[in-house]
């Protein structure tokens, strides 16, 4: 089994930060990416930032210039630095994880619970 721990949701007011903290464990083979995605309200989930094993990283236009993602590979942990929050910033982000577990031949993806980011006065 493969487990995704997320923490460091909450409220902010706009210009705020926020760090989320996403930890993965179990029988994990490899890693190929980690990642964050967001939904807000009435809209899909999409995209916010992701980075591969090789440090390789993408943003989504939105948040480019304000947010950054990093990796601790001895703890399997992505994080995500959030600065200048904004209002639409608002919605539930998910952790993404692609990896291949111990017992698989391919990787699959894994998700996160999620965990509710508001930014409002």
């Known amino acids: 089994q493969v487990q995704l721990v997320e923490s460091g949701g909450g409220l902010v007011q706009p210009g705020g930060s926020l760090r989320l903290s996403c930890a993965a464990s179990?029988?994990?083979?490899?890693?190929?990416?980690m990642g964050w995605y967001r939904q807000a309200p009435g809209e899909q989930r999409e995209l916010v930032a992701a980075?591969?094993?090789?440090?390789?990283?993408t943003y989504a236009d939105s948040v480019k210039g304000r947010y950054t993602i990093s990796r601790d590979y001895a703890k399997n942990t992505v994080y995500l630095q959030m600065n200048s929050l904004k209002p639409e910033d608002t919605a539930v982000y998910y952790c993404?994880?692609?990896?291949?577990?111990?017992?698989?031949?391919?990787?699959?993806?894994?998700w996160g619970p999620g965990t509710q980011v508001t930014v409002s006065l």
């Open positions: 993404n994880l692609q990896a291949r577990p111990s017992w698989a031949s391919r990787s699959y993806d894994y």
């Open positions: 179990g029988t994990i083979f490899s890693i190929d990416a």
């Open positions: 980075i591969t094993t090789g440090g390789a990283s």
